[in-house]
T-cell receptor
């Protein structure tokens, strides 16, 4: 299975601090996506990084991809209380036709 | 329009009922997905449609029956469900990259909260 595995499972930080979440996967990928989910709601796409890319930025978000280590990280800088949510990585394996979500990291940002 | 619209938002059904969940997108996406999500768990893929054809069925029980009437609509027909099928059902869509290099980012609806009694 190409399911991503996130680490840590839970993260609690103060507003203004940076949050880093990691994702590992097993086989080669087309791309890897990061999503956010607020409690009980739909998922919001954050960033898609392709297998030939090493780093992408979007606002306060920075995603890295290391295909040699089969891992990715999501960094949220200058966190805000509104960043409190669950974050999932979803690697899409070669010829898989699908992305599969890992268990996610639950981020709590305290005001 | 970057929305995926799911109806209804909430559904309570008995184990002998037949109901349908609906999903609609107008982004021109040719891949559409159904996911099931239990509380405090990640979304689990159920079905994938690509160009209106079922391309992936993740060994879902036959009491769940998907249908893709056209490129904008995706239905999930429910029949004889069990209480353990109670969950948030999420629909998503994405574009297919024709060079065979996967898909673009997926857009998710807000889900249907299903309770089976």
């Amino acid at each position: 299975s190409q399911q991503g595995e996130e680490d840590p499972q839970a993260l609690s930080i103060q507003e203004g601090e940076n949050a880093t979440m990691n994702c590992s996967y097993k086989t080669s990928i087309n791309n890897l996506q990061w999503y956010r989910q607020n409690s009980g709601r739909g998922l919001v796409h954050l960033i898609l990084i392709r297998s030939n890319e090493r780093e992408k930025h979007s606002g306060r978000l920075r995603v890295t991809l290391d295909t040699s280590k089969k891992s990715s990280s999501l960094l949220i800088t200058a966190s805000r209380a509104a960043d409190t949510a669950s974050y999932f990585c979803a690697p899409e394996g070669h010829n898989a036709g699908k992305s599969t979500f890992g268990d996610g990291t639950t981020l709590t940002v305290k005001p | 329009d970057t929305e995926v619209t799911q109806t209804p938002k909430h559904l309570v059904m008995g184990m002998t009922n037949k109901k349908s969940l609906k999903c609609e997108q107008h982004m021109g996406h040719r891949a559409m997905y159904w996911y099931k999500q239990k509380a405090k768990k990640p979304p689990e893929l159920m079905f994938v449609y690509s160009y209106e054809k079922l391309s992936i069925n993740e060994s879902v029980p036959s009491r769940f029956s998907p249908e893709c009437p056209n490129s904008s609509l995706l239905n999930l027909h429910l029949h004889a469900l069990q209480p353990e099928d109670s969950a948030l059902y999420l629909c998503a869509s994405s574009q297919v990259i024709k060079t065979g290099r996967g898909h673009t980012e997926a857009f998710f609806g807000q889900g249907t909260r299903l309770t089976v009694v």
